[in-house]
């Protein structure tokens, strides 16, 4: 018998095999955005940092001459100190504020801060995270944040933790999801079986399933697959044959849904172009 422990791990990594590195919604929704690697944030960081460093040197050379002349120290140390606040701190959160996750670095290498339900970051956000590198980022030199990065499932660095946010890769190879295919024992049963909707939620779950399957400890693929199954044969009349695997009846469920939603988007689409033929041939202005 496995212990606890290698049964809590067993289900980490089931749960991980889901969801693999997508955001999920407030809804339970699992949205598939993949994270961007630790690399691809060092590189984006560089480049933001040298941004706030050329303009910190723009403002330092515009403003301290200014200052100096007054003669007043005391003065010229607030305003330095102002001034390079505004700079490390303002400057990174106006800028991904208004871009809603965006800067120069990212937009080079193709990433988007967001929040974890997937939505666009805000000011609280977008300031916890810019507070918070002030000491990981320029006083430990990033030590702290490709730490955490490279610890993190998400890549997620000490502000991503702090803000409940997360840096996604928006330039993503596109993949092709292959459509479920109909089981051929279950297909009549199917066919004739009165099956409700299924939430978006559920239904993401399933596909998940049945496309990473493989790669899911057997074990868990075994307890997944029954869960799913046992919320799935509920929405379902009557239940499917005796005898048939919990992914068949997954795959038939949605392969049936796939097949009768294009059926009723075909017979909406049909029924429109209809429509817009009469009204083009009704005699108008006679």
């Known amino acids: 018998m496995s212990s606890p422990t290698a049964a809590a791990r067993?289900?980490?990594e089931a749960l991980e095999a889901?969801?693999?590195?997508?955001?999920?919604?407030?809804?339970?929704v699992v949205l598939e955005l993949p994270r961007a690697s630790p690399a691809l944030r060092v590189l984006s960081a560089v480049l933001d940092a040298l941004v706030v460093v050329v303009v910190g040197v723009?403002?330092?050379?515009?403003?301290?001459?200014?200052?100096?002349?007054?003669?007043?120290?005391?003065?010229?140390?607030?305003?330095?100190?102002?001034?390079?606040?505004?700079?490390?701190?303002?400057?990174?959160?106006?800028?991904?504020?208004?871009?809603?996750?965006?800067?120069?670095?990212?937009?080079?290498?193709g990433t988007r801060v967001v929040r974890d339900d997937g939505g666009p970051v805000r000011l609280r956000h977008a300031l916890v995270r810019a507070?918070?590198?002030?000491?990981?980022?320029?006083?430990?030199?990033?030590?702290?944040?490709?730490?955490?990065a490279l610890a993190s499932p998400r890549s997620k660095r000490l502000g991503d933790l702090l803000a409940g946010t997360v840096v996604v890769r928006e330039r993503a190879a596109r993949q092709d999801v292959a459509p479920v295919t109909m089981p051929p024992g279950l297909a009549g049963w199917a066919g004739s079986a009165d099956v409700a909707a299924l939430p978006p939620a559920l239904a993401l779950a399933c596909r998940q399933l049945l496309a990473r399957r493989q790669t899911l400890h057997p074990a868990s693929r075994a307890r997944l697959g029954g869960q799913l199954r046992g919320d799935?044969?509920?929405?379902?009349?009557?239940?499917?044959?005796?005898?048939?695997?919990?992914?068949?009846?997954?795959?038939?469920?949605?392969?049936?849904?796939?097949?009768r939603d294009t059926d009723r988007l075909r017979r909406q689409e049909d029924a429109r172009r209809r429509d817009v033929d009469l009204l083009q041939r009704l005699p108008f202005g006679r």
């Open 58 to 109: 723009v403002v330092a050379v515009v403003a301290l001459p200014r200052l100096s002349s007054s003669g007043d120290t005391s003065l010229v140390a607030a305003v330095g100190t102002a001034l390079g606040v505004l700079v490390v701190v303002g400057l990174p959160t106006a800028v991904e504020t208004l871009t809603r996750g965006r800067s120069l670095g990212r937009l080079v290498v």
């Open 18 to 28: 889901l969801l693999g590195t997508g955001v999920v919604t407030g809804d339970a």
């Open 232 to 259: 799935v044969v509920g929405r379902v009349f009557p239940p499917p044959p005796a005898g048939a695997t919990d992914e068949d009846v997954l795959a038939a469920v949605l392969a049936e849904r796939r097949r």
């Open 10 to 12: 067993r289900e980490d």
């Open 131 to 148: 507070l918070t590198g002030v000491v990981e980022l320029w006083g430990l030199a990033g030590g702290p944040a490709l730490i955490s």
